[in-house]
């Protein structure tokens, strides 16, 4: 008895293993960061999904999202991981040139109007992770070539696919905490968000190939970098819920922590911006924490601040004669784009 | 396997502890003696009922008077005052205007200011958690937070919706969602705390 008791341990314990995401790791990436990546897929096996919201259940495509839909989720399209500096050009192998690729329409790439800020020679650049197999499968479209790359310790892949899945991987991502330490599950959750933000590019076909950004419109905190989504299933919209679904859950976050990171789902939820990219996107329902209680009108909360001796002066709404411009909720929501990859290739 | 069976099982708790142990470590070793007092603190509050108000005052007293001697006492944990600790927020939590020194790659994801941002923001939840307030200061100190237009979006959205929860707390009802800007009053209502 006691002897299958045994076998059966190992046998769950070999089975959780398997449903890590198995990620090609370049030899050049340090070994420290390997590590942290490997406990990072590792956290997310354990990690428990809280509530359940209809939009992070459509996005992940489940009718009830679990830890297990995640990471196969994510497995679909996490496959290579290079380091940041890793140099493309002399791997890439041209394997026939007038390929034909399924879909001809190409994905519009908005030009930014900022390309930099002003970056002081001090400053070292902050990459934490991009996408580089959704990029190498667009120039290789936009080419007509069948393109290879060499991976070291991998071998050739064939890049007929933006779900090639192959991320580079910048010291940015492991040289931010969300609170202390760089192995925190709070700080692991942050970096699988990353993942999961780059796993997205991977998806779309003709138009919405890439799920590429666009650029933040006038106003907005962002304005002129190219790091704003005009859709509601985009790379950003994915961040956002994958948060949503976890930061509550975590058990292992202090409540430090998870205020940090609810402020990182803020972060992704801003750069969802409407279609015509005037305003940002107001949802049709507001998303109420306390649906129960009655919404008192302007005058009266001014009252209440005021009875509360809360210096109401410091309120732009509580002065006289102020007006209220509502925005028109619902309108010009920004619309789902086709996630459906534009081939799997040879995967 | 009868013989082998003790020592698997002493091997798995030694393992179970050692998991235990890396997991809450931190947690034991930083956790402030107030965060630690303060559920008795509160239980003792709560038990106002079963006992005479004079016990449960001189308790709570003793109980506090120990809690400052224990943090005063501890080279590494300065005690703040509200005030104080509102201050140094208001001087340390980086702005907007931060994030013009940045490259654009770094805007692809939420910049550094913002997440050091997070982090004045954590803090302070965590003091509120950890130490008695009044709960009008806390509110007082979320809704200004909300209202600074040099701040970033998501901290104001933050604040904003901690000051809403607070303003339910306290009266019973809604907080008009006028007294914030439009963008910020959306975004509030996008988190659940």
Known sequence: MKTIFLIILILLSAAAKAQTPSIHISPGIHEDQKGSILKDLENLLTLPVEGQNPKANALFETSYLTTAHLNSWLADRAHHFVEQGFDFMPRLQVLQENFTYPNLVMPTIETATKHSGVTTGAQTMQVRMSNKGASLYWFAKTRNQKLALDLPGYGIATITTPRIGLFMVGEGLFNETILGSKNSMATSLFRMKTYFHEARHTDGNGVSLGFFHVVCPKGHQYEGFSACDKNSNGPYQVATLFLSTTINACSKCSSAEKEALRNVQLDNQLRIVSQSLNEIYIPIKHKKSHADAPEMSLSSTCQALKDQGSDISQLEACKPGFHFNALTPGADEPPLWDPTPESTGDL | MKKIFPFLLIALT???????YQNHSSILKTKPA??????????????????TADTSVSI?????????????????????????????????IPRKSSLAGLAATEMHETPQPILAAGRHLGDMHEYFLTHNHDINAELNFYLKCSQQKDFFDSARALCAARASQLFLIITGNQISSKIFDDRIAILKNQITL
């Open chain 2, 14 to 20: 030694g393992l179970a502890l050692g998991h235990f």
């Open chain 2, 34 to 51: 107030i965060e630690v007092a303060n559920p008795i603190l509160n239980s003792i509050q709560k038990k106002g009922s079963s006992q």
């Open chain 2, 60 to 92: 709570k007293k003793n109980l506090e008077e120990n809690v400052v001697n224990a943090v005063s006492s501890s080279p590494n944990v300065h005690f703040k005052g509200l005030h104080e600790k509102i201050a140094d927020f208001y001087s340390q």
